[in-house]
C-alpha cells in the first residue's frame, strides 16, 4: 500500500471522460489487495476482477473488460466477458492471461508484467524476465494477434525483484 500512496494524488487529478479502470497483478495480491482496492476507489479508479462495464453513452457499445491475474488471481475468462458487449477493451496483468482465454475476443488488450525485461540490451531486447511462458515473446509494444485482437504490452513504473532497470525506462 505504501506505492499506491504515492501514486494517488495524480490518480486523483486525472480526470478521463470515460472513467478509471485497473486490474491487480501478482505482486498487489501477495499484500493487502481490499485496502489497495479501497485506496484506488478513493481516487475514483474501478478495479475490475473477471468483470466487465460498458463506457457511458454513445460509447456504450464498448466495453473494459477486467480479468484476474493470471498466477495469484481467480482468473475467469467466461465471467471477464459475459455479457460484453460488441466491442472490447481487456486489461489483464500479465500477457499470459492470453492462454486462459479460450474463444474469448477483444479488439484492444492492455497487459503489463514484464517490465519490458527490466534489464535489456540497447536495442530493447529483455535479459532478465518475470515469470511466465509468454513473458519473452510479448516483453513490451504493440502485438497484432490475429485470432485474439491487439494487444499492448506496457513497460510499466516498477521493478520485479531487483530495483534497477537497464534499457528498459519505466
Known amino acids: 500500500t505504501e506505492y499506491a500512496s504515492a501514486m494517488l494524488d495524480g490518480l486523483e487529478q486525472c480526470h478521463p471522460p470515460l472513467g478509471k479502470f485497473a486490474v491487480f497483478g501478482n505482486h498487489d495480491l501477495w499484500t493487502d489487495e ?11 479508479v474501478r478495479v475490475l476482477v473477471n468483470q466487465n462495464v460498458a463506457l457511458p453513452t454513445p ?32 486489461l489483464m496483468h500479465a500477457p499470459d492471461g492470453l492462454q486462459l482465454l479460450g474463444k474469448e475476443k477483444f479488439d484492444l488488450g492492455f497487459a503489463g508484467h514484464t517490465h519490458g525485461g527490466q534489464m535489456a540490451l540497447p536495442n530493447g531486447t529483455p535479459i532478465v524476465m518475470p515469470h511466465g511462458v509468454l513473458a519473452r515473446e510479448y516483453f513490451h509494444g504493440r502485438f497484432d494477434l490475429p485470432e485474439q485482437g491487439c494487444l499492448i ?3 510499466g513504473i516498477g521493478c520485479s525483484t531487483v530495483p534497477v532497470r537497464i534499457n528498459a525506462d519505466p
Open 153 to 155: 504490452v506496457s513497460r
Open 34 to 44: 481490499r485496502a489497495l482496492e479501497s485506496m484506488l476507489a478513493g481516487a475514483g
Open 59 to 90: 460509447f456504450d457499445s464498448i466495453s473494459v473488460c477486467g480479468m484476474d491475474d493470471p498466477w495469484t488471481g481467480f482468473r475467469d475468462a467466461r465471467r471477464t466477458f459475459a455479457g460484453a458487449g460488441d466491442t472490447r477493451i481487456l
